[in-house]
């Protein structure tokens, strides 16, 4: 079983920067893909950034630029780096884990950019 912790959400103005975290615990063998998805009201979630273990990253073309992603292998732990957010970023954020071809998705944190 894995549980996934994630932090950093909350509400921002525009402009602002936040950092979301994701943990990955219990039955983790080898984490292959590490990333975060999101999902505003009315909409499907979405791509936002999604790396795979040697540290390639696919981003959304909406976050290119603004939203680095990165990743502790040792510590499995994953993490967004969001700056010069915008309202259009308004969203829940999902931690993405993909362990031996299984996702895993965290609990959701809610981002609000609003001034």
């Known amino acids: 079983q894995v549980q996934l912790v994630e932090s950093g959400g909350g509400l921002v103005q525009p402009g602002g920067s936040l950092r979301l975290s994701c943990v990955a615990s219990?039955?983790?063998?080898?984490?292959?893909?590490m990333g975060w998805y999101r999902q505003a009201p009315g909409k499907q979630r979405e791509l936002v950034a999604d790396s795979n273990r040697g540290g390639s990253t696919k981003y959304a073309e909406s976050v290119k630029g603004r939203f680095p992603n990165s990743r502790d292998n040792a510590k499995h732990t994953v993490y967004l780096q969001m700056n010069s957010l915008k309202p259009e970023d308004t969203a829940v954020y999902y931690c993405l884990v993909n362990i031996r071809g299984g996702d895993y998705w965290g609990q959701g944190t809610q981002v609000t950019v609003s001034s």
């Open positions: 219990g039955s983790i063998f080898r984490i292959n893909r």
